[in-house]
T-cell receptor, first 112, second 116 residues
């Protein structure tokens, strides 16, 4: 069964303190791995798509990497405005209906 | 680009009444839209896949007669919660994709439904 596990569940950082969020996945062939940011009371905002192991994508203070079993979202020198829940989702090769499987997210709090 | 608008952002209704939620893709055509439900501090659970011009495909355990989905055009899908009960109170989010393979899903800002 396809599955996505994110860790940690919650993370508190001081402003400027870099860290990484983990997304472990089990899927019968990966068609794509997606990272989203979700603010309280809002819908998820698309960040990155990764397709194959070794791929990396960057956007401002965020960098996403992918291996055959997991993805990391690295946050460099975070700011309070980076506080949000970060969601990871995968789409399997066998999926024809674009049914993404989401992890439960990591709630990030960056304190000034 | 790729903006999905969802309306209303919140609604309070009485038990037994019906509520309609609209989801529009503003700057692209979406042949497929998706409806999710999210409980506090939990992830998104797919409820149904809405295809323009055809019947929606519901996930296991989702009552199709309670959650009516209509996708009448390439830019509009609606979710109607019929005969709402307090246990239907939740955060409902729609999403859409542009049609290119592996193009990401873009989400609306969600609708907070409270049934009293």
């Amino acid at each position: 069964e396809d599955q996505v596990t994110q860790s940690p569940e919650a993370l508190r950082l001081q402003e400027g303190e870099s860290s990484s969020l983990n997304c472990s996945y089990t899927v019968s062939g990966l068609r794509g791995l997606f990272w989203y940011r979700q603010d309280p009371g809002k819908g998820p905002e698309f960040l990155f798509t990764l397709y194959s192991a070794g791929e990396e994508k960057e956007k401002e203070r965020l960098k996403a990497t992918l291996t055959k079993k997991e993805s990391f979202l690295h946050i460099t020198a975070p700011k309070p405005e980076d506080s949000a829940t970060y969601l990871c989702a995968v789409r399997g090769l066998m999926d024809s209906s674009y049914k993404l499987i989401f992890g439960s997210g990591t709630r990030l709090l960056v304190r000034p | 680009g790729a903006v999905v608008s969802q309306h209303p952002s919140w609604v309070i209704c009485k038990s037994g009444t019906s509520v309609k939620i609209e989801c529009r893709s503003l700057d692209f055509q979406a042949t497929t839209m998706f409806w999710y439900r999210q409980f506090p501090k939990q992830s998104l659970m797919l409820m149904a896949t809405s295809n323009e011009g055809s019947k929606a495909t519901y996930e296991q355990g989702v009552e199709k007669d309670k959650f009516l989905i209509n996708h009448a055009s390439l830019t509009l899908s609606t979710l109607t919660v019929t005969s709402a009960h307090p246990e239907d109170s939740s955060f409902y989010i729609c999403s859409a994709r542009e049609g290119r393979d592996n193009s990401p899903l873009h989400f609306g800002n969600g609708t907070r439904l409270t049934v009293t």
